[in-house]
């Protein structure tokens, strides 16, 4: 008789996690992409000899140019993968997410309105909304709409919108009550 014993059930607290590893070139980015599904295939045959709560054949290798991106739904038990594309090749960044998102976010405000002075206009959640994407997001790009200008900025990291609302740090802008909001992805 034999016995598995499986020790790669997720636990209530797990999310889903992105790491994006950036590298000088594609073929380096190839390189590490093969190395990380090389690890999958011997963790579908030797589970046992890595520390995770995951199946590998839950977890994603992809590449996007010089950028290798691996996902999986986890606790957090990505210490393997990232030192293996550490060992690899040194990657010019590693970036770690949770629930990773890129969405593009838009304010419509009144024609000749600055973000600068959408601040002073605008009630003090937007107002620190827009304080808050200043400063993860940059400058936002202005786009003319007949009589109004559109602010958009464009999101990308842990994820920050979920049922219609914007979670920015303290800031919730729900999008049902803030008509001018208004996110894409």
């Not at 636990?11 to 590893?21: F, G, L, M, P």
């Amino acid at each position: 008789m034999k016995w598995h014993i499986f020790k790669f059930r997720p636990s209530s607290h797990s999310e889903d996690y992105t790491i994006i590893a950036t590298f000088n070139d594609e073929k380096t980015a190839e390189k590490v992409e093969g190395a990380l599904l090389r690890m999958l295939e011997d963790m579908r045959n030797n589970l046992e000899d890595y520390d995770v709560d995951w199946s590998p054949d839950e977890a994603h290798v992809t590449t996007n140019g010089n950028q290798v991106i691996f996902e999986v739904y986890t606790a957090g038990y990505l210490d393997d993968v990232e030192s293996l594309i550490r060992k690899i090749a040194k990657p010019l960044c590693v970036e770690c997410y949770q629930d990773y998102q890129e969405i593009v976010i838009c304010v419509k405000v009144p024609k000749g309105l600055s973000p600068e002075m959408a601040l002073l206009v605008l009630d003090k959640d937007e107002a620190e909304a827009i304080k808050w994407l200043m400063k993860t997001c940059g400058e936002p790009k202005i786009v003319e709409a007949g009589k109004h200008w559109i602010f958009k900025w464009l999101y990308s990291g842990d994820g920050i919108y979920y049922e219609r609302t914007l979670h920015l740090g303290d800031i919730r802008i729900d999008l049902n009550e803030h008509k001018n909001w208004e996110v894409m992805d």
